[in-house]
T-cell receptor, first 113, second 111 residues
Framework: DTGVSQDPRHKITKRGQNVTFRCDPI?????LYWYRQTLGQGPEFLTY????????KSRLLSDRFSAERPKGSFSTLEIQRTEQGDSAMYLC???????????FGQGTRLTVV | TQLLEQSPQFLSIQEGENLTVYCNSS?????LQWYRQEPGEGPVLLVT???GGEVKKLKRLTFQFGDARKDSSLHITAAQPGDTGLYLC???????????WGAGTKLIIKP
């Protein structure tokens, strides 16, 4: 296993379009997190899965955002009707059942024009 | 209000100097991690500290967890340009497994 992978690395979209990002966590990890990060800031928590269950969602996650992890493996984050304020780096991380460390993917850089 | 406060927010020093950055909270954490992030990349885990008073060394980097597990510091000796990056601390509380993040210290080491 080569670690957490995210696809795509970069996405440019027009305002109003929908976008979907994918995250493949480390295979034995049951916890998966999505974060959003803007330049020079720390990651902001968006949502968290334990296996296929979405256990927590941030208030940052408006109704235009939805995340799934249907089989408890990979996850998708969809943003509908994108706005310029959605431009950010979207990071995915995973951690094991007993570990506390989170391992991050390289992120998806979204630019809404 | 940031649950984990990092200071300074920004630090620019010459190669060879020593520096310390801090991660402070009024809350107790069961563990705390330090990450380094380069532009356009995800954060990379440097170390995890779990015991109050614990000190861990990673080459020229020394990490310390406060006795009360509310704060941590990162000390870099003889800083090098390769140390440049955003240093983030993140903690886990006993109540859940969600990582609580600081806003980061942006470090620039000038040759």
């Amino acid at each position: 296993d080569t670690g957490v992978s995210q696809d795509p690395r970069h996405k440019i979209t027009k305002r109003g379009q929908n976008v979907t990002f994918r995250c493949d966590p480390i295979s034995e990890h049951n916890r998966l997190y999505w974060y959003r990060q803007t330049l020079g800031q720390g990651p902001e928590f968006l949502t968290y899965f334990q296996n296929e269950a979405q256990l927590e969602k941030s208030r940052l996650l408006s109704d235009r955002f939805s995340a799934e992890r249907p089989k408890g493996s990979f996850s998708t984050l969809e943003i509908q009707r994108t706005e310029q304020g959605d431009s950010a780096m979207y990071l995915c991380a995973s951690s094991s059942r007993v570990g506390t460390e989170a391992f991050f993917g390289q992120g998806t850089r979204l630019t809404v024009v | 209000t940031q649950l984990l406060e990092q200071s300074p927010q920004f630090l620019s020093i010459q190669e060879g100097e020593n520096l310390t950055v801090y991660c402070n909270s009024s809350s107790v954490f069961s563990s705390l991690q330090w990450y380094r992030q380069e532009p356009g990349e995800g954060p990379v885990l440097l170390v995890t500290v779990v015991t109050g008073g614990e000190v861990k060394k990673l080459k020229r980097l020394t990490f310390q967890f406060g006795d009360a597990r509310k704060d941590s510091s990162l000390h870099i000796t003889a800083a090098q340009p390769g140390d440049t990056g955003l240093y983030l601390c993140a903690g886990i509380m006993d109540s859940n497994y969600q990582l609580i993040w600081g806003a980061g210290t942006k470090l620039i080491i000038k040759p």
